[in-house]
């Protein structure tokens, strides 16, 4: 009889969340290199159904609530409430009976959620004590010793898990757990004692790996591990290794195909440096457009593309190919600060990646780092403006600090944080203050470029000028219809640029056909909204309009 392992992609806790970030693609490798080793496998993705409910905010993200108000009807708006996303403990644990497995595999891949993830495993733990269970993952990977301490993970598979992950459970079924210190890049408890054996080689030939079956309806595609760059601010080196593996054009192209006879038509490579070794890339893309052209594909690679990579012919290749955006890293636009953090890139090359999709009819969005301890408010409002001229979406994310990174130590040495509570290192939680910035500083500066995004995605709001009625507003209005989310952006884009208040919009209550709406006075820094309207005033916010739209 095949032994039953059963692989959990668990619940998580946040005030949003982006569905492709969480798609089970680590564990599906994991479920199809067992499979081929011959075992039998279940991937419970507690977050297929895409459940949501709303739960009380945590005692230690109490101070967020001035900055995300509920209710909020902007069109710009942030985050409103505090949400489960996918299974309650209820139906994990109905369907972990109903497997009966003989070990259980849990992704543990991002540090803010590994406390959700360990209550899975505790769960686990409670209806099959006997059960063997083994972690894995990006945060597991980084503090695996953290991870078992927790008293519910019995082992922790290091980095890359395919091939680890099928010795081990051979090992623990052939009861030779003797051998377990001869196994490279595995975590366990011997007693009260932690044994680490670091991960020290990596899969050289990724066409050896065997790759999932894919039949959602975007499939999600490896072309090579491992990343070279070294950023301060980035631990992803220390799980995949800082030499780039690539797998063959053939194996690559042949996945896609399998994948498309399944009905998938949209691909997002997941390569950290999709483009990274600029020829391959130019290769890789003609064979596509040979291969696959006439299903229209549609592509992205939402982890960002090296400006510094790119040309003009591998833009228009891509284009091609089926890429409708280029999501390029920009993470701060001074060299300073670039030196600062380990991750330069040139401006002027980036300014004229930005030119060749505009010529070859490509949008393209800028991905920045608000709040990096090396940063500073005036750099940071510098390169919104920057980029607030461009035809461009700006991507901002509020740093925070991901262990195994030289950022979190250096932010645990400075006492910027504590280095313990994993749960606070997310964006939503804005963990990092320093004494050039504070918290309502960072969330002032994400709501402008929210307001940019808006704007820019909608030139026709821009095509009179602003209005400029800067009588004062009640504390509330009341009309005889609902506004659209139209009529709310205009009374809103009116409010700050005429009377330099950034609000909200709720629908306080409704008595017959009168509708009342509250104004929502946002937790923001005056001083920068004041330097953002004195800065933008001058310039021309570029759309991101091309001739397919």
Request: glycine share 6%.
């Amino acid at each position: 009889m095949l032994q039953k392992i059963l692989l959990i992609n668990p619940s998580f806790e946040d005030f949003y969340q982006t569905e492709i970030r969480q798609k089970p693609t680590g564990l599906k490798y994991i479920q199809a290199s067992l499979e081929k080793a011959g075992f039998q496998t279940f991937l419970l993705d507690c977050l297929s159904k895409n459940s949501k409910r709303t739960i009380p905010i945590p005692n230690n993200f109490k101070h967020l609530k001035e900055f995300y108000p509920a209710n909020d009807l902007s069109p710009f708006k942030l985050f409103t409430h505090y949400r489960r996303f996918g299974m309650s403990q209820q139906e994990i644990g109905d369907l972990v009976r109903k497997f009966n497995p003989d070990l259980i595999g849990i992704s543990i891949n991002f540090t803010p959620y590994c406390e959700t993830a360990i209550e899975t495993a505790k769960l686990c733990k409670q209806i099959f004590p006997k059960v063997p269970i083994v972690a894995g993952g990006h945060h597991a990977t980084t503090v695996p010793e953290s991870v078992l301490k927790s008293g519910f993970i019995d082992y922790v598979v290091l980095g890359e898990g395919e091939q680890r992950i099928v010795e081990l459970t051979n090992l623990l079924f052939s009861d030779q757990l003797n051998q377990l210190k001869g196994i490279d890049g595995i975590a366990y408890k011997n007693g009260n004692k932690v044994i680490i054996n670091p991960a020290k080689s990596f899969v050289q030939n990724l066409d050896e790996i065997t790759y999932p079956e894919i039949k959602n309806k975007m499939g999600m595609i490896l072309t090579s591990r491992g990343c070279p760059q070294n950023c301060n601010f980035c631990s992803v080196a220390g799980v995949m290794g800082k030499k780039v593996r690539f797998r063959s054009i053939e194996s690559v192209i042949e996945e896609m195909n399998q994948c498309i006879q399944n009905g998938v038509k949209k691909f997002d490579f997941e390569d950290d440096n999709l483009t990274i070794n600029q020829n391959r890339a130019k290769i890789l893309f003609k064979e596509i457009i040979t291969r696959f052209e006439k299903h229209n594909l549609r592509l992205s690679a939402m982890n960002g593309l090296m400006a510094d990579s790119l040309d003009e012919e591998l833009v228009q290749l891509m284009k091609n190919a089926g890429f409708e955006w280029l999501n390029i890293p920009l993470v701060s636009g001074s060299a300073e600060v670039q030196k600062k953090v380990n991750r330069y890139q040139s401006r002027q090359q980036f300014l004229k990646v930005v030119e060749w999709a505009q010529k070859h009819r490509l949008k393209v969005v800028v991905y920045i780092i608000l709040g990096l301890p090396e940063d500073t408010l005036n750099q940071m409002l510098d390169d919104i403006i920057f980029l607030a001229e461009l035809p461009v979406l700006i991507g901002p994310s509020i740093f925070y600090p991901p262990p195994g990174s030289k950022t979190f130590s250096n932010c645990v040495k400075n006492n910027l944080i504590s280095g313990k509570d994993y749960s606070f290192y997310r964006s939503t939680a804005i963990p990092v203050e320093t004494k050039n910035f504070s918290r309502k500083d960072l969330i002032t500066l994400f709501r402008l470029v929210r307001l940019l995004n808006h704007l820019k995605s909608n030139p026709g709001l821009q095509k009179n000028g602003f209005a400029k009625d800067t009588t004062q507003k009640p504390t509330s209005l009341t009309l005889n219809y609902k506004l659209t989310q139209a009529e709310i952006s205009s009374q809103l884009i009116d409010e700050l640029f005429s009377n330099k208040k950034l609000r909200g919009l709720c629908l306080n209550k409704r008595v017959c056909k009168a509708y009342e709406y509250q104004w929502i006075d946002y937790s923001v820094s005056p001083n920068i909204v004041e330097d953002f309207l004195l800065q933008i005033k001058n310039i021309k916010i570029g759309g991101i309009e091309t001739d397919e739209t």
